[in-house]
């Protein structure tokens, strides 16, 4: 087993860590091109079909707060494999649901068990040379988003080619691989708390109430996530109604313009070790909203919608991946509890973002959901501004 101190991350590993990051983080999202095919089968509406969305990320938010913080206490790699192992099970849960109602509670336990690549991160920064710890970040996350990015269009194909259970399956086989590939090739670490799970759990107070940086960088990822999380969940609805009507095969096919963008998260992470991460923050901000007033001006053209998806994907890059990198800096010992504050926020963010989404969807329609997203946007730029002058970060947790 290797301290964070003895053992440095080779590129070879970096990119192994980055391809398992995606693969696995891609479980979460296979379901977003699959609504309409879901609701076909089970006779419900696909506002409806799509709170499985809503649970799924809700079921993430929950195994980051309850779970991630446990790479502090535990070996991350042993932490890694056996949640693999759970995910597994949860996505032949999926694929073999009989009932809507079977499906809903695999979704949650899919998106609990799905956390591995929040542990990944923290097990990359921990083993990085500070000086190339934005870098491995980066690297990694760029591997996160594509499986993001890329796991809807693979999602579109099979659902239109095999159905939408066949996608669950076909993902429980990939991270039956990945759990054996992980178990043989990840490093150890050697964890560094040694209180009990309730004490952990109270620190993460600790840390929220003596950290200003994390509460600043939670609440705008927060606000960037929703509105990330919003347009992925209405665009399906968006596309496969007038006047597109595209099968869940074409939307899949979006993901590609918004993976453009994913390999510029290295340069962000890169960028962030040698000037002010925060920064590329507020330009993520901007960038985000001008997106989505995008897709409000040009609803019906695929070209602005495509250049829309580059836009709001790149904001969101320069807005997370900064964010992480500034975390990580604060305090060695507790990367994966400060990690466990700050994704639990997005993660929320998320899910409220995607319920958001589907009610502006309904009363407002597609005019809806650009407005509410720019509304989001704004309200990260407020956090922003009101937060230019920044504590200095306390170096202690309980």
Request: glycine share 10%; with cysteine; hydrophobic share 50%.
């Amino acid at each position: 087993m290797q301290t964070e101190n003895t053992y440095t991350l080779q590129p070879a590993q970096v990119l192994l860590m980055a391809v398992c990051t995606g693969l696995i983080v891609a479980n979460i999202y296979y379901c977003q091109p699959l609504v309409v095919l879901i609701s076909k089968e089970f006779g419900i509406t696909e506002n409806r079909a799509g709170f499985i969305t809503f649970l799924t990320q809700a079921g993430y938010a929950a195994g980051l707060l309850f779970f991630v913080p446990l790479g502090d206490m535990l070996n991350r790699k042993k932490q890694i494999v056996i949640t693999t192992g759970m995910a597994v099970a949860a996505l032949l849960a999926s694929a073999f649901s009989p009932s809507l109602v079977v499906l809903e509670i695999a979704s949650v336990l899919l998106g609990a068990s799905s956390i591995i690549p929040q542990l990944i991160l923290p097990l990359g920064a921990s083993l990085s040379a500070p000086e190339k710890r934005g870098k491995v970040v980066g690297t990694i996350m760029s591997g996160l988003l594509l499986g993001i990015l890329l796991s809807r269009t693979l999602s579109g194909f099979i659902g239109a080619w095999l159905g939408w259970r066949y996608m669950f399956g076909i993902a429980a086989v990939i991270s039956s691989i990945l759990l054996i590939v992980m178990h043989l090739n990840f490093p150890g670490n050697k964890p560094n708390f040694t209180g009990t799970y309730s004490s952990l759990m109270r620190s993460l107070l600790t840390l929220i109430k003596d950290q200003p940086l994390l509460r600043e960088a939670a609440a705008i990822n927060a606000l960037a996530f929703a509105t990330f999380g919003m347009f992925w969940t209405t665009m399906v609805l968006h596309f496969s109604g007038k006047p597109f009507n595209y099968n869940s095969n074409t939307i899949g096919l979006f993901g590609l313009a918004a993976a453009a963008g994913a390999l510029f998260a290295p340069l962000v992470g890169g960028s962030a070790d040698k000037r002010n991460p925060r920064i590329a923050i507020g330009y993520g901000i901007v960038i985000m909203f001008l997106g989505y007033l995008l897709f409000y001006i040009l609803p019906t053209s695929v070209t602005g919608i495509v250049i829309g998806i580059v836009l709001i994907d790149l904001g969101m890059q320069c807005v997370h991946v900064s964010n992480q990198g500034r975390i990580y800096a604060l305090l060695p010992q507790a990367r994966n509890r400060l990690n466990t504050v700050y994704m639990t926020a997005s993660f929320i963010g998320t899910s409220l973002g995607s319920a958001l989404g589907l009610w502006a969807w309904g009363q407002f329609g597609w005019a809806g959901v650009c407005i509410a997203g720019m509304l989001l946007m704004l309200a990260a730029l407020g956090v922003y501004a009101a937060t230019y002058k920044k504590k200095k970060p306390v170096l202690r947790v309980a």
